[in-house]
Nanobody, 118 residues
């Protein structure tokens, strides 16, 4: 089973940028869809961006135009470039495999905290 480790979070001022990384313990070459999710206390985890094996991407409306997801299969890593950050982007960010039914794998990493100050 592939283990995922997120990193790159931190504290940033509004309008700033961060780059998150998700390192997989095994190959993601055959994994069709990978996604970045975020969660704030009391709010259901939401999918903010996903990418398939061909590089096709989807974004939540709230991050469209500000976030960019990418993947490097050779490095078994998925990235999330975040710019023009807003305080409402504050959350713990997780990456995960998206299964064929559209649901995430039940195994989650520890996530990485992103805090955007106003």
């Amino acid at each position: 089973q592939v283990q995922l480790v997120e990193s790159g979070g931190g504290l940033v001022q509004a309008g700033g940028s961060l780059r998150l990384s998700c390192a997989a313990s095994g190959s993601i070459f055959l994994v069709n869809r990978m996604g970045w999710y975020r969660q704030t206390p009391g709010i259901q985890r939401e999918l903010v961006a996903d990418i398939n094996a061909f590089g096709s991407t989807n974004y939540a409306d709230s991050v469209k135009g500000r976030f960019t997801i990418s993947r490097d299969n050779a490095k078994n890593t998925v990235y999330l470039e975040m710019s023009s950050l807003k305080p409402e982007d504050t959350a713990v960010y997780y990456c995960n495999i998206i299964r064929s039914g559209g649901t995430p794998s039940p195994t989650w990493g520890q996530g990485t905290q992103v805090t955007v100050s106003s």
